[in-house]
Structures are given as structure tokens and as C-alpha cells.
């Protein structure tokens, strides 16, 4: 009887220490199945940003892995296609549509901080000319190396965009009539290098404008 006792202890006793065990498996399981469902619902939320962290190194650190791989090829996809609606296709400048809101957004910016801004208006000369005696390919290299120049000589805080055909519009934050003259300076040598001529037109806010169509046309007019 004592033996069978004994035997019966023994069997609760294992028992128990399994019991232990798969409960301590079920909860390292759980802890990750959570992250994993945590992640998923922040993606049905449009949060492409975070990336779950590997726990284990089995199945479900695998599935962590996938999932950590899907959503970064999600937010690479969804940058290439941002930047597609933001950029002109030929020069990789931004294109009108986006340049005039960045353009709105600095005139809140400069209408809050009252600091000036200036704008500055560009327009390729004889580029007719040039597009009929080189062709229409060699129309596009010329543009593409004008828009990498000028990118090349503004500042960080600058914005180019392509404001249609052979014109350019170039934002500049904080910078004083004065300044911008001295950038128009810059500009004039990249055209320079690339065997051409540039005119350019500037305004600045509020000096010369007080809204952003106005000051578009006082720089469009100092061309």
C-alpha cells in the first residue's frame, strides 16, 4: 500500500511538473503571439513604422521575421509611391502641385514667426531654341543638369520644384531680400557650367506680397 502510495506521489509530483512546464512554454508562446497581433492591428491602423522585436528563435520568432519583412516592404512601397506624387518625373524636383503647398505652409510658418521668406522664379533662356537645335532629348539633359546644379547650391532648407516646361521656383525660408540675391548669384553659375543662362525673378514675404499668389506673380513679373 505504501508502495503504491508512494507511486501515486510520484505520478501527481510529475504531473505537476508538467504542468509547470507547459505553463511556462504556454506563457513564452503568448507573450510574442500578443506582440504579433499588437503589430497587426497597428497596421490595419496605417502604422507602417514600428517592427515587432524577435523573442525566440523558432516558428513564431520566424513568423516575427516575416511579419517584420512584409511591413517594411509596405513602408518602402508606400514611400516610392508618396515621392511619385510629390516629384516631376524628368527632373526629381517637386512638382507644382506639392511646391505650392510647401509654399503655403511657409507663409503660415513665416506669418506665425515673422520672420521673411523669399521666392525666387527661373526660367531657362532661349530654351526653344536650344530644344530645336538639340532636340527634345537634349531639351531634357539640360534640364536634368540644371535641376541637379541648383540643388547642389541651396541650402538644406531650401525647396525646388519645377513649376512647368523650362521654369523653376525655389523656396527659400529666412532669407531676406538681400539673401536671396546672393542665392540668385549661386544659381546664375551653375547655369554657368552647363553652357546656359538663367533669368531670375525674386519676391520676398511680406515686403512684397501678402498672399501666396501675389507673391508667385511679383516674383513671376521681376523675371
Do not use: W
Request: with cysteine; charged share 30%.
Amino acid at each position: 500500500a505504501t508502495g503504491a502510495r508512494d507511486a501515486r506521489l510520484a505520478g501527481l509530483l510529475v504531473g505537476l511538473i508538467l504542468l509547470l512546464v507547459a505553463i511556462g512554454h504556454l506563457r513564452s508562446i503568448l507573450g510574442p503571439m500578443r506582440a504579433l497581433i499588437a503589430g497587426t492591428k497597428r497596421v490595419e491602423k496605417g502604422d507602417l513604422d514600428s517592427e515587432i522585436p524577435v523573442a525566440r528563435q523558432d516558428e513564431i520568432g520566424e513568423l516575427t521575421l516575416s511579419f517584420n519583412r512584409m511591413t517594411r516592404r509596405i513602408r518602402q512601397q508606400r514611400d516610392q509611391l508618396v515621392q511619385l506624387t510629390i516629384t516631376d518625373g524628368l527632373t526629381g524636383l517637386y512638382n507644382l502641385r506639392h511646391f505650392r503647398e510647401l509654399l503655403q505652409q511657409e507663409m503660415e510658418r513665416a506669418r506665425r514667426t515673422e520672420i521673411p521668406f523669399s521666392l525666387l522664379m527661373i526660367d531657362v533662356d532661349h530654351f526653344k531654341e536650344y530644344n530645336d537645335s538639340q532636340g527634345h532629348e537634349g531639351g531634357n539633359e539640360l534640364l536634368k543638369k540644371i535641376s541637379s546644379g541648383l540643388q547642389e547650391s541651396l541650402r538644406d532648407i531650401d525647396a525646388v520644384a519645377r513649376y512647368g516646361g523650362d521654369e523653376f521656383a525655389i523656396i527659400l525660408p529666412d532669407a531676406s531680400e538681400a539673401e536671396a540675391r546672393t542665392l540668385a548669384e549661386r544659381i546664375q553659375k551653375v547655369a554657368a557650367d552647363c553652357r546656359a543662362t538663367l533669368s531670375i525673378g525674386g519676391a520676398t514675404f511680406p515686403r512684397h506680397a501678402a498672399s501666396m499668389d501675389d507673391l508667385i506673380l511679383r516674383a513671376d513679373e521681376a523675371l
